[in-house]
């Protein structure tokens, strides 16, 4: 039986989340190389659409895509007083090209209201090229500055915390912006988050078209660099991104729409070299999902892989039960 949530801020921010999602498929559909529309629905509930659910796009057989998955979610105990927060609702985006010129982009907007009927917004989006482009990096910059406006410094100082992974001297991406807990000030800041996503789906969707036009075939230098990227975005999301952590320790019921994030193959070789670079208690997570992967230097992350890790993740947050907390 599906309950409906009594919100109304929750209810018009789904309202403007799926009309983002759908701007955003339909932009995508346009991309495809071949023009046939490869995309899939898949709804899950919530302990059965008692507490909410959410549809998920995803790309199969994609011309374009190596990955693409757009969520969007609603969850929400009005029927259950103990809980601290009434409603979640959220549309999580991350696209993988299967060019490896193309950058891959992935993009969160949520709004969690609590029961006195106060709530705040979770913001961001993010660029990672495989292969940097300094230009890409740039349309894509001034894109989120025009767009966030007296926000921008705040965003941005904000993300590349959020994205650094310390044990690789790196960061995840090449131009970030992330705000957690904005409340919108005055009327023109309550547009900020539906003006944040279309400006951010229009712009990456304009950026991925014109460079799948200018791309060659991709050579196996190229591809290696791709495949040793998707591999750093692996290791971050699961290691150190709090979205994708909370997601899966929260409940089971969505497991492969939280783990849509991950590419279609890593290098487990590159993984493997890596662990004796994280610090306890990550290092053991990371030789458990190695386990978990075939022994082979590429391997696939099928959604069998992805069910495992899953698992896995909860199960060492069950014995490392306050680590979870330092997870940004």
Known sequence: ???????PRAIAAMEMLTALQQLFVKQL???????????????WLRDNGLHGGGMRVQFIESSAFNRASLNISQVHYDDLSQKSFSSATALSVIIHPHHPLAPSMHMHISWSEFRDGKGSWRIMADLNPAIVDLADKAYFEKILQRVSGDLYQQGRELAQRYFTIPALGCTRGVSHFYLEGFIANDDQQALFPQQFGEAVINGYCHLLKNKLQQVGQPSAE???????????????????????????????????????????AINRTLLSDWVTKTAEPQKQLLTKLLNILEPHETVVI???????IAAQLRAHYKDHEQTKYLIK
């Open 29 to 43: 559909h346009t991309i495809e190389c071949n023009k046939k529309q490869h995309s899939q629905v898949i709804e």
């Open 1 to 7: 039986m599906k309950i409906a949530i009594k919100s």
């Open 302 to 308: 099928t959604e069998q892989v992805k069910l495992a």
């Open 222 to 264: 190229e591809l290696q660099a791709q495949l040793n990227y998707h591999t750093l975005y692996f290791y971050q999301v699961l290691t150190l991104d709090k979205g994708t952590t909370t997601g899966l320790l929260v409940h089971d019921q969505n497991d492969l729409g939280v783990l849509a994030s991950l590419p279609a």
